[in-house]
């Protein structure tokens, strides 16, 4: 029998299918379009430079492509998951490119790269030698599934048979999840199902019999209830913000570590609120810095590798201290934070210090801030110190506070034992595990006191009890707890979750541990809500989140370092892993054991989990890639040298 037709053309692009689509045509709607195309008839327009098209498939396989276009302009670059590239020859007429590829299991990007006076038109996507007719978007045995945040809608379907909708919430109550059958009428042929949702979760539906198309579908969230208005600065207070690169969170006092790696850290922590539940947005200091400094998330900054820097029209941090009259600093030991990258924007002063050359002066940052305090107030600075990423070591003539009498390790030996643990095919054992783990606890306790310095200037020139400030990582260093060393690559709990502790002004007389979950998205819209105003930026407005009370629904997110990452997504006590480069996933209870995978037992959390992540990831679905471009051959060899030396190169 024949279905009643389309689906509705504002269909979701991100649920999740439970089927291999063969072909892509403009009259399923919008339900294959990620970002950029239009559709006008039978075709589908590629609107933005880069235009995004999906395909499901449920396994890993290597399969013939066609793509049915016409082209008026210069060649285009189509690319599958961004791995494999094909060029697409212009030519008025509509003609076919045929392609063989490695096609991932879940969803597949198709991607197509063009100019601005380029005009590329879409027929049809298809998988095989021949164009397959329309088929129903569910026959028996497929499904869909869906994620919902609180609200109400309704679905209909088209079609004889019977479907199976299964819905299940994930909230603070957690109700048994519901199964309904519900058959089409033998006249009407259509299903209309009433969606209710009191608190998020999932709805997957599918066809037990028969086959059926999506007729009707709309979907309102909930009004969300307007924030308090919280206490705001009475003044211009001194905003400062300490950040120590690639600082795991677990290996700080103040987080429950044994050793005492962080005297000054923890006894900083009695003045300030202590997030227990900070992650980085990406696990690599490019992506997570930007962050920071603009409140948007990697998708929206669009600094992912190393050729990329700060757009100019992006408001950053300084730009914004700077506006409201404050004197603007950064004091800077990474070589990727540089003003060629764009993160100059509104600083007055731009202080670069090398910490990675031998018999450098280990205090020579803290002292050229202590300069600086010199400057009229209000002052906000940011110092970004190297240690204790890997494989950075403390002087040697360091004294070692929680191995007293032992000498700090050589950086040669760092750099082996960072090599090795990076090996793959020569895992690294259990003794070299230990000394570099006891190498960055070392450098840990040598930036902890390089810290207590930074205080302590503070508070000599009675500038401590009414400033704003913030001690935080831009990402953490993984010591082998799921296999790897290191981070950027990956994303496991180790490398996104950070230390961050915050000391407000005396006046506020808040401080304690906060276990709601944080971004470093979320810092910049929270200074600029304690000035009075709100920002339309990726991050939340903390302390509105922390006055809302209840339950906390938030979901960080982290990305690895590359244009086809992974993702780290935190929800509750969960932690899942999506590897957008095969579609591999990973499930981590944290309450449990948050070293074992669990995604095979417990698949309802997973399936929740992906379908919220591609709701989040559908937000931005942007055109053009428009980040500043850095060309690395430009830059000092002394630069190129520390990068290679951090491993970035």
Same mark, same amino acid.
């Given at each position: ?26 009259? %399923? ?20 430079? #880069?235009?995004?098209?999906? +395909? ?5 396989? !290597? ?31 509509? /003609? ?14 198709? /991607? ?20 397959? %007719?329309?088929? $129903? ?43 309904? +059958?519900? &058959? ?19 709805? =997957? ?14 979907? @309102? ?80 900054? @669009? ?41 100059? @924007? ?14 450098? @002066? ?21 110092? &970004?110190?190297?240690? $204790?990423?890997?494989? /950075? ?26 090599? !090795? ?6 895992? *690294? ?66 490398? =996104? ?36 105003? !709100?920002?339309?930026? %990726? ?14 629904? =938030? ?7 590359? &244009? ?12 899942? *892993? ?18 074992? %995978? ?5 698949? /309802? ?8 992540? +591609? ?5 931005? #679905? ?28």
């Amino acid at each position: 029998m024949a279905c009643a037709g389309p689906p509705p053309a504002d269909l979701p692009a991100a649920w999740i299918w439970n089927k291999d689509q063969n072909l892509i045509s403009p009259r %399923d709607g919008k339900s294959n379009v990620w970002n950029g195309m239009r559709i006008s008839g039978n075709f589908f327009n590629a609107e933005n430079d #880069s235009s995004r098209l999906i +395909l499901w498939r449920r396994q890993r396989q !290597k399969l013939p492509l066609v793509i049915e276009y016409s082209l008026q302009g210069k060649a285009v670059e189509f690319s599958v998951n961004i791995r494999a590239r094909f060029v697409l020859p212009p030519g008025r007429a509509f /003609q076919k490119k045929k392609i063989v590829t490695w096609l991932s299991r879940g969803f597949n990007f198709l /991607q197509f790269q063009k100019s601005a006076k380029d005009f590329l038109r879409i027929r049809s996507v298809y998988v095989g030698h021949v164009e397959p %007719d329309p088929a $129903p978007l569910l026959r028996a045995g497929e499904s869909f599934s869906v994620f919902f945040p609180p609200g109400r809608g309704r679905l209909q379907l088209a079609g004889r048979g019977t479907i199976r909708i299964e819905q299940r919430e994930f909230g603070e109550t957690s109700p048994p999840p519901s199964s309904t +059958l519900l &058959h089409s009428g033998f006249f009407s042929r259509k299903i209309v199902r009433e969606i209710a949702f009191s608190q998020p979760g999932t709805m =997957t539906v599918t066809a037990v019999s028969g086959r059926f198309d999506i007729s009707g579908y709309r979907y @309102q969230n909930a009004n969300k209830a307007s924030p308090r208005p919280q206490a705001a600065f009475r003044g211009k207070p001194d905003i400062y913000i300490f950040l120590s690169d690639a600082c795991q969170a677990a290996h700080l006092g103040v987080y429950g570590y044994s050793l005492d790696t962080s005297p000054h850290i923890d006894a900083f922590a009695a003045d300030a609120l202590v997030y227990e539940n900070a992650y980085a947005n990406a696990s690599f200091t490019l992506s997570s810095v930007a962050t920071l400094l603009t409140g948007l998330y990697p998708e929206g900054h @669009q600094l992912r590798i190393l050729e990329q820097g700060l757009r100019h029209e992006l408001l950053t941090l300084p730009e914004y201290m700077k506006a409201k009259g404050y004197r603007t600093a950064v004091f800077n030991a990474n070589p990727l934070i540089r003003p060629g990258s764009g993160f100059a @924007q509104g600083v007055d002063d731009f202080v670069r210090v090398d910490q990675r050359r031998p018999g450098w @002066q280990e205090d020579e940052m803290i002292k050229r801030f202590a300069g600086w305090l010199d400057s009229p107030p209000p002052r906000f600075a940011y110092l &970004h110190f190297l240690p $204790p990423h890997l494989p /950075q070591v403390p002087p040697a003539d360091f004294s070692i506070p929680f191995a007293p009498g032992e000498k700090p390790i050589r950086q040669e030996r760092m750099i082996q034992l960072m090599k !090795k643990g990076r090996d793959f095919l020569h895992p *690294i054992g259990a003794n070299e595990m230990r000394e570099l783990v006891q190498g960055y606890d070392s450098t840990i306790a040598w930036m902890d006191v390089e810290f207590g310095k930074f205080i302590a200037h503070l508070k000599r020139k009675k500038l401590y009890d009414g400033s704003l400030i913030i001690f935080m990582a831009d990402h953490g260093e993984a010591m082998n707890e799921h296999g790897v060393v290191g981070h950027s690559d990956n994303v496991f709990e180790e490398t =996104t979750r950070v230390p961050l502790l915050v000391k407000l002004p005396a006046e506020f007389a808040r401080r304690g541990r906060v276990r709601r979950l944080v971004e470093i998205a979320d810092i910049f819209p929270t200074i600029s809500a304690w000035f009075g105003q !709100k920002l339309e930026l %990726d991050g939340r407005d903390l302390p509105a989140a922390d006055a809302a009370g209840g339950f906390d629904d =938030t979901m960080t997110v982290s990305r690895s370092f590359n &244009h086809c990452p992974a993702y780290g997504l935190r929800w509750k006590n969960w932690y899942y *892993i999506i590897d957008l480069n095969d579609n591999g996933e990973y499930l981590y209870d944290l309450a449990v054991d948050p070293r074992r %995978d669990i995604a095979r037992a417990r698949p /309802q959390i997973g399936v929740f989990l992906k379908s919220r992540f +591609l709701a989040w990831l559908a937000r931005f #679905s942007v055109g053009s890639d428009h980040s500043l471009a850095v060309n690395l051959k430009n830059l000092p060899a002394s630069e190129i040298e520390e990068l290679k030396t951090l491993g970035y190169l």
